[in-house]
């Protein structure tokens, strides 16, 4: 089989010399364990196992790999840790690197899967990591991120949170996911459980799983904007709850909790002494007028019982640079920082001296965020306005972030000649990965099995070609339910 130079690494593709409407694009996946291939048929839209032609249906693609053991060598004992056979993989990262590979081997799919903006990283903040490199500034740094990006953390979260910090209670990370996560292995003992509103962001319950805890669960609806209700929050509520884990603006919803809810909320936790919060605020600049973003540590009370996430990829285009950081009490804090010592020692030396650089944009990111900000509003006002004209589709507005989560639920049950029945959100975005070549991140990845989530982090150009696309592929689907 002949490697396609513009292929992903450790992937090779061909194409077979079947009459072109069965033609296929054979692929072969090269790993540590063994080779599988898979076929790619684009008049199906399906992929298929080369070697039993066993169908692997997207977006999750599984193939059984044997080691081969060689003259004189025992077999390997391949049982994982039970902790890891808990863990579910990313729906998310999967369909994106799938898109990825379909788009190298020429198929043009639009990937609206990850929550990545479309933007270069601002010159600003480019040219300083630049210059850390040219400068020679590329040895290891204190574990919990130097001295002079903590302070500028510290000052960030005074003038723009309202949040009073000194810089040994901050760690710097590489990347808020890996805050999070050492903030849970921090203040988690095996048996606690960590409530977590639905929709929620689809690491937040495997993370919990990995620290041994339990994910809670706490729903709320599209009718209510995804807002928690804190009746249902008390009532979750038990002697083993431990951290609240809040996201505002949210991922995957873009609802933004008003500061009257919050407090509401804040009255709850502060009847429970060995309740925590979590604070994930991640999208905080990446909000739209009315709204606002308030801090939930900056309510009274609430400082000593939060932990701040904030992180440089989102509002700044700075996914690739990996940097993250958690704010909190002291305790917590140097926890955090003992786990980070034994895992991955102190973040990149080039992307602190570039997230230095970011924070002295200006509030909030200065002109530079903001005129992004205008761009992903513009987005989300299309694609409100295009969805809402489709009947028996549900939406609630987004106030922040740039995901758009809507409710097709009325396109279930439906059955599709040479498909099959659509039953829920991974099935309908396999359809439209089919017949629409759109890559969407199904509901039940978030906990709502009823909604897709589209990421409007693309161009307006690209999102209004896949909604045509999707319109297009909708419109061969009727309605199963009263509209």
């Not at 296929?24 to 039993?52: C, E, H, I, Q």
């Not at 905080?284 to 900056?298: D, G, V």
Request: aromatic share 8%.
């Amino acid at each position: 089989m002949a490697a396609n130079a513009g292929a992903p690494s450790g992937i090779g593709f061909s194409q077979s010399r079947a009459h072109p409407k069965q033609r296929s694009l054979l692929f072969s996946y090269a790993s540590s364990s063994g080779t599988f291939k898979f076929a790619y048929f684009p008049s199906r839209f399906s992929l298929r196992s080369v070697d039993n032609s066993k169908e692997l249906q997207l977006p999750r693609i599984t193939a059984v790999v044997k080691a081969q053991a060689g003259p004189g060598q025992m077999d390997i004992d391949p049982t994982l840790s039970p902790r890891v056979n808990s863990v579910k993989p990313s729906k998310t990262v999967a369909i994106t690197d799938q898109a990825t590979a379909l788009l190298r081997a020429g198929v043009p799919v639009i990937a609206l899967a990850a929550g990545e903006p479309d933007f270069d990283t601002p010159s600003v903040i480019a040219e300083a990591g630049i210059n850390a490199i040219r400068e020679g500034y590329t040895r290891y740094t204190p574990n919990t991120g130097t001295l002079e990006l903590r302070t500028a953390i510290c000052r960030k979260l005074k003038e723009e949170n309202g949040i009073s910090y000194t810089p040994d209670q901050i760690v710097v990370s590489n990347g808020a996911k890996q805050s999070i996560h050492q903030a849970v292995l921090a203040v988690c003992s095996p048996g606690d459980e960590v409530l977590i509103p639905a929709p929620f962001w689809v690491s937040y319950p495997e993370i919990a799983r990995l620290a041994d805890a339990t994910p809670v669960i706490v729903p709320t609806s599209i009718s209510d904007d995804f807002l928690m209700d804190p009746k249902l929050l008390e009532d979750s509520l038990t002697e083993k709850s431990r951290l609240l884990i809040l996201c505002s603006p949210s991922d995957p919803t873009g609802s933004v909790c008003p500061k009257k809810l919050l407090e509401e909320i804040a009255k709850i936790v502060a009847k429970h002494p060995r309740l925590l919060v979590l604070s994930d605020e991640i999208y905080e600049h990446i909000i739209y007028a009315p709204a606002t973003h308030t801090s939930f540590a900056s309510l009274p009370g609430m400082s000593e019982r939060t932990l701040t996430v904030n992180g440089f990829s989102k509002a700044f285009a700075m996914t690739g640079w990996r940097l993250g950081y958690i704010a909190g009490p002291k305790h917590f804090i140097s926890a955090c920082a003992k786990i980070q010592s034994q895992f991955t020692s102190g973040a990149s030396s080039i992307s602190q001296k570039a997230g230095l650089a970011a924070l002295s944009m200006g509030y909030a990111g200065g002109e530079t965020v903001a005129t992004m900000v205008q761009a992903f509003k513009e987005r989300r006002n299309f694609l409100v306005k295009s969805f809402g004209e489709l009947k028996g589709v549900k939406i609630s507005e987004p106030q922040g972030a740039f995901y758009l989560f809507i409710d097709l639920s009325c396109y279930y049950g439906a059955e599709v000649e040479g498909f099959g029945i659509i039953d829920g959100s991974e099935s309908l975005c396999r359809y439209l990965i089919d017949r629409a070549q759109v890559a969407l991140v199904p509901g039940d990845a978030f906990g709502d099995d009823s909604c897709i989530r589209i990421s409007y982090a693309a161009s307006l150009k690209t999102i209004q070609e896949a909604f045509m696309r999707i319109k297009k592929t909708l419109a061969a689907l009727r309605p199963t339910v009263p509209v």
